[in-house]
C-alpha cells in the first residue's frame, strides 16, 4: 500500500513540476526544449532527484539543471501550494541525455527500415 502511495505522489510531482517548467522565465530553462524525465522520491518524502534532459543536448540539459537549482526555492513553494503534502522534499536537479540518445537510437532505426524496403523493391 505504501508503494502506491509513493508512486502516485511520484507522478503528481513529476506531473506539477512540467506545468511549473513551463512558468518560469530564467533563460536558460525558457529558451531550451527540455523535458523532465524521471522524478526518484526518498522514502520520507526529504529529498526529489529530478533527472532533467534537453533536446539540444547534454550541455543545454546542464545550463537547464543551473537555472533550475537557482530557482529551486520558487518550485518547491509552488509544489507545496499545489500539492496537499505534509512535508515539500528539497529538489535535486541532474542532467541527463536520454532524449538525446532516444532520437539518436531512433534515427538508426528508421535508416535500418529505408534499408529493407529498398532490398523487398529490388526483389
Do not use: W
Not at 60 to 65: C, D, F, L
Not at 68 to 73: E, R
Amino acid at each position: 500500500m505504501a508503494s502506491h502511495r509513493m508512486g502516485r505522489t511520484t507522478e503528481d510531482i513529476k506531473r506539477e513540476l512540467t506545468a511549473i517548467l513551463r512558468e518560469l522565465k530564467d533563460p536558460r530553462v525558457a529558451n531550451s526544449m527540455i523535458s523532465i524525465v524521471r522524478v526518484e522520491v526518498s522514502n520520507d518524502l526529504s529529498y526529489c532527484k529530478v533527472f532533467v534532459s534537453a533536446m539540444e543536448g547534454l550541455d543545454k540539459a546542464k545550463e537547464a539543471v543551473k537555472g533550475l537549482k537557482s530557482a529551486s526555492g520558487y518550485i518547491r513553494h509552488e509544489i507545496g501550494s499545489r500539492l496537499t503534502l505534509r512535508h515539500v522534499p528539497s529538489m535535486i536537479f541532474e542532467a541527463t541525455d536520454s532524449i538525446e540518445y532516444s532520437a539518436n537510437i531512433s534515427r538508426i532505426l528508421g535508416e535500418l527500415d529505408i534499408k529493407e524496403d529498398e532490398d523487398e523493391q529490388s526483389e
